[in-house]
């Protein structure tokens, strides 16, 4: 049983640029909640998607956008790329409310 | 918002200790979970406690939603054990986990 995958590994983008990330969840969940994780510090809660909508919201900027696919994949998009936007973008993945989170081993993202 | 404090910040053991790491929380939560993440940044759960007391092996947890805190016990400390441990709560309906600053701890040989 596969459990969350994401991709890329690491990425190197310049200010200003685009990116997106994706999230495949552990089997059976239906799920997707991303995180930002800075250096030395706990992650932030950025959204959660479930059944293709964003059900919750973080403190970020517009910049930050997502999207679930009809299999529960997800993708973080973030324009405008800017230097403080470096950092560890975990996935996480449940199974109705309150439920677990399980984490995949994260996108290092370096913005030059 | 809910503020989750973790102490203590960092903590330095020699294999074969025990360690008690503990989360403080300001406001009743229906989720409360440990992580432990390994130096190339993979979270793990360990324990998902909303109250009572659970074990793992040589991890053990328990939670006191009363009184708004949670602890997290490691006997015998092994140097796989090293890493940076993390408290995360939810309120309920909120679908956020609220994380701590994390305990980082190091296990010398």
């Known amino acids: 049983d596969a459990g969350v995958t994401q991709s890329p590994t690491h990425l190197i983008k310049t200010r200003g640029q685009q990116v997106t990330l994706r999230c495949s969840p552990k089997?059976?969940?239906?799920?997707v909640s991303w995180y930002q994780q800075a250096l030395g510090q706990g992650p932030q809660f950025i959204f959660q998607y479930y059944e293709e909508e964003e059900r919750q919201r973080g403190n970020f900027p517009d910049r930050f956008s997502g999207h679930q696919f009809p299999n529960y994949s997800s993708e973080l998009n973030v324009n405008a790329l800017l230097l403080g936007d470096s950092a560890l973008y975990l996935c996480?993945?449940?199974?109705?409310?309150?439920?677990?989170?399980?984490f995949g081993p994260g996108t290092r993202l370096l913005v030059l | 918002g809910i503020q989750v404090e973790q102490s203590p910040p960092d903590l330095i053991l020699q294999e074969g200790a025990n360690s008690t790491l503990r989360c403080n929380f300001s406001d009743s939560v229906n989720n409360l979970q440990w992580f432990h993440q390994n130096p190339w940044g993979q979270l793990i759960n360990l324990f998902y406690?909303?109250?009572?007391?659970k074990q793992n092996g040589r991890l053990s947890a328990t939670t006191v939603a009363t009184e708004r805190y949670s602890l997290l016990y490691i006997s015998s400390s092994q140097t796989t054990d090293s890493g940076v441990y993390f408290c995360a709560v939810e309120r309920r309906s909120n679908y956020q986990l609220i994380w701590g600053a994390g305990t980082k701890l190091i296990i010398k040989p």
């Open positions: 996480a993945s449940s199974f109705g409310e309150a439920e677990t989170q399980y």
């Open positions: 406690i909303p109250s009572g007391t």
């Open positions: 089997s059976g969940h239906d799920t």
